[in-house]
């Protein structure tokens, strides 16, 4: 018996009965299994103490969380942001503006096109949907859409 627990590595922690063992937590057994040998001698030698191993007998302490994503949100790609943050700062020719107004028969602007994209992450639904309508536009609108020439 003595041999076995010399072999085991418990020695005295198993056969004394000192008050001061207890008191010291044994480390946890190694996550690597050791290979078993292969001579038969050897293993009639040492028998499966592990069952009066301490350590053995407690569940483990120390877990490592693991987080588990969906595979479909790691294999897609960034989606693009219907919002744009970015300050643009292209501005259209006034060659642009040309055809978008019209001046009718009475002095009236209509907007006769919209533009289709011009600034639209900063507009609402509505304001788009109104855009998008040949309307009448607004009056001191069309006095400065008179002036810079943007009617044909």
Known sequence: ?????????????????????????????PL??????????HHLLTPPLRFLHPASLAPPTQTQQVRHFAAKDRSRAPRTPTTSK????KIKPPSSMKFRFRVMNDGQVRRWRAGKRHNAHLKSKEAKRRLRKPALVHLAYAKVIKKLNFCS
């Open 1 to 29: 018996m003595r041999r076995w627990c010399a072999a085991a590595g418990l020695g005295r922690r198993l056969l004394s009965s000192s008050v001061s063992a207890p008191a010291r937590r044994p480390l946890p057994p």
């Open 32 to 41: 690597i299994p050791r290979p078993l040998p292969f001579s038969s001698r």
């Open 86 to 89: 970015v300050k643009k700062y």
